[in-house]
């Protein structure tokens, strides 16, 4: 096998020489693991694995990682297990095999579920060890070389979700070549005569405009020596992709896109970076607005460069990159820099900690995910950031993907920031928290101890930090509160079957959660608030006695309604019931208790639930709105009186609107009451206004 002698070749120029032995073993134990299997070209399969292993050798990852990725499919295709891996090669090169495995022996309804849960595989592995994703990645890229030999719909499968996952966690971290390729394969699948007219345009190109390439090339050099800056200066081209999408976006021909070709400068040190700069500013003339400074501001992989694009002969825009050898190394390798370069570099450490604190907070993210559909936009939206960067009060910069609020700002600071934000100052001025950030915004949040989150927060937060921390704060919430309610109507239910509560015994208790298939008793409560389980039913089978109740020949249980229960009890907004309204309740699934008045017309047209007897707390303390509509006199000053005859009875407007009806105008108020009285009171008051011609409250809107 001539790759297999490669393969020994490479790893021999940096591994220990018993280490390159234990390739050796690999590579064999792999062949005779996938001896008679073949690839859909007809090649051997050990050909893949083997392959696998060549494309991580440039990165000098360690042994375990050379062994796992010859292994990295014998546990998902062969009989071998992972203790057998784990006995002969080490239990960290089992783990990597694991977390490179697919879930295959598990039965799932969709491909989008199964493809859901194997990046959820993946990404808990690779934050345990980055590792994983980088032999998933060289998997991914030598399969996207070999996928000719695949059927169409295939093919087009596989590149589409490399395309959306794979070459944006190459790019995420820093592994650029890799990134690049994935990118060019996937178009190549995708759009197969796009890719064949593109790249036979950039060949004659190539040839065409070499003599400008090399002309700029040398003045470029001249320059530098002259100022004695010690630099080395190499030609770029861009890849074909990245030049399809400039054309995309942009509306342009292949004949207009006149930058595929740049220069890279790599100096000593980052003051020579700005020095060279300065040269090649004062050599070409720069385009406004295209010079980008990753150096103070690296992106969010690590990458450090100044990127400038000048106008250079007969006014072709060249692109240029200017950074140290050292930035360089991390642009070409990113994470994998750590086994490339063992030099400790602080910015490199620093490269570590950024891959495993994303990796945490996307998997906490994703962990929060109800379906499959949810983790698959969550994955992509974060894997797609274009940063923008913004300053805390302290001076400390943050990225936020485009398009970030100040609300992604706050949840990115901390989560108890995020849920206790009320306002927010960006570069010293108040403005909504909708707002969106700004490249060099100074943003300053504004907390209160007993805030919390506002649903309609949702609408336009782009992070996933901040939209699974806003969604975990109502399902809690709503979770809590119902199973709060769930409690008061299992024990009423109770007391109606003349049991105690206190008396249910726990084995009860366990034999009800081992029946349903609940796990917790929270769970359980939690559902019958919600109205997914009958309160009476639950009261009956844990009564546990062996004697059968009609539940028909069962009074319904009186609840006392407090206001303060929350998202667990909701007042109908068709007839917004206030205390002293006689009322009715009713359980509908998934909404909890809903409160009517008992007159309620949209109840006489028919609803689904369980009826409940409710009555009003006699001690309520909480405000309720209340919709009234005023007839009046169409004159000047009208509108004043009437809320000032509202803020005498103590009363607060949420909302006002009218409209011309003949000669009178109709005043619609949605008001603040406490109850039935002070309700009656503001109606005295507002009689006592002689253009009020006349007034009613509105029930039954809806």
């Not at 591994?15 to 062949?31: C, T, W, Y």
């Not at 720069?286 to 501001?297: L, R, S, T």
Request: net charge neutral.
């Amino acid at each position: 096998m001539a790759d297999a002698a490669l393969l020994i070749k490479e790893v021999s120029n940096y591994l220990k020489p018993q280490d390159v032995e234990h390739v050796r073993v690999a590579i064999e134990f792999s062949r005779v693991a996938h001896q008679g299997q073949t690839r859909h070209s007809g090649d051997p399969y050990v050909t893949h694995p083997i392959a696998v292993a060549l494309i991580l050798t440039p990165l000098h990852l360690d042994v375990q990682s050379i062994i796992a990725a010859l292994l990295h499919d014998v546990v998902e295709d062969t009989e071998i297990t992972s203790e057998q891996i784990a006995e002969k090669f080490g239990l960290p090169v089992a783990e990597l095999v694991d977390g490179l495995s697919k879930l295959e022996k598990i039965h799932f309804e969709t491909r989008e579920d199964a493809q859901a849960e194997n990046f959820r595989k993946m990404l808990l592995a690779m934050a345990r060890d980055v590792r994983v994703i980088l032999i998933k990645l060289a998997d991914r890229l030598h399969n996207m070389r070999t996928l000719g030999s695949m059927r169409p719909e295939q093919c087009e499968r596989i590149a589409r979700e490399t395309m959306e996952i794979y070459a944006p966690i190459a790019n995420r971290l820093g592994l650029n070549e890799i990134y690049q390729e994935l990118q060019d394969l996937s178009f190549k699948h995708l759009h197969p005569n796009r890719y064949t007219v593109l790249a036979k345009a950039l060949k004659v190109a190539r040839g065409n405009r070499r003599e400008v390439v090399n002309k700029i090339l040398d003045s470029i050099i001249r320059q530098l020596a002259k100022k004695h800056i010690h630099a080395e200066v190499t030609g770029r081209e861009k890849n074909i992709y990245s030049i399809y999408k400039k054309m995309q976006i942009k509306s342009l021909a292949f004949s207009e896109v006149l930058d595929i070709y740049g220069f890279r400068v790599l100096v000593e040190d980052v003051d020579a970076c700005y020095v060279a700069l300065g040269v090649l500013h004062a050599l070409y003339k720069p385009i406004p607005g295209k010079f980008k400074d990753y150096i103070a501001i690296p992106k969010s992989n690590g990458y450090q460069s100044l990127h400038t694009t000048l106008f250079g002969p007969f006014s072709t825009p060249i692109e240029i990159q200017i950074r140290t050898r050292e930035m360089h190394k991390i642009a070409d390798a990113g994470v994998a820099s750590h086994w490339l370069y063992k030099s400790g570099h602080s910015s490199i450490n620093e490269l570590h900690k950024k891959t495993h604190q994303w990796l945490q907070e996307l998997l906490e993210s994703l962990n929060e995910s109800s379906n499959s559909a949810e983790f698959m936009e969550h994955l992509k939206v974060d894997l797609f950031p274009d940063a923008v960067y913004v300053f805390t009060p302290k001076g400390k910069i943050l990225s936020l993907p485009r398009g970030a609020t100040a609300v992604d700002f706050a949840y990115s600071v901390h989560t108890d920031i995020g849920n206790r934000c009320i306002a927010v100052k960006i570069n010293h001025e108040l403005v909504p928290l909708r707002t969106e950030l700004r490249n060099g915004d100074r943003v300053e949040i504004i907390t209160a101890p007993h805030a919390k989150p506002n649903p309609a927060w949702l609408s336009y937060v782009t992070t996933n930090k901040a939209r699974s921390h806003i969604r975990h704060f109502f399902k809690t919430m709503q979770s809590d509160e119902s199973a709060q309610l769930g409690e008061r109507l299992l024990n009423q239910s109770l007391q109606a079957l003349g049991i105690k509560p206190s008396e249910i015994k726990e084995s009860c208790w366990d034999k009800l959660l081992r029946d349903t298939g609940v796990k917790t008793r929270q769970e359980m409560l939690a559902d019958i608030g919600l109205g997914r389980r009958l309160n009476m039913v639950v009261a009956r089978q844990l009564a546990c006695s062996g004697e059968t109740i009609a539940i028909e020949n069962i009074a319904n249980p009186v609840i006392t309604i407090q206001g303060t229960e929350g998202m667990a009890v909701q007042f109908a907004t068709c007839c917004r019931p206030i205390p002293g309204d006689p009322i009715i309740g009713v359980i509908k699934s998934g909404q909890g208790l809903v409160v009517h008045t008992h007159d309620c017309a949209s109840l006489r047209k028919g609803h689904s639930g369980q009826w409940l007897d409710v009555i009003w707390d006699k001690n309520i303390t909480r405000t309720f709105a209340v919709s009234l509509k005023l007839l009046v006199a169409n004159q000047r000053g009208v509108l004043a009186k009437v809320a000032a005859a509202i803020a005498e009875a103590e009363s607060n407007i949420e909302n006002v609107s009218f409209a011309n009806e003949g000669e009178y105008t109709a005043l619609h108020f949605t008001l603040e009451v406490n109850n039935r009285q002070h309700l009656a009171g503001i109606m005295r008051s507002m009689r006592m206004i002689p253009e009020v011609i006349r007034i009613f409250r509105v029930q039954n809107a809806g």
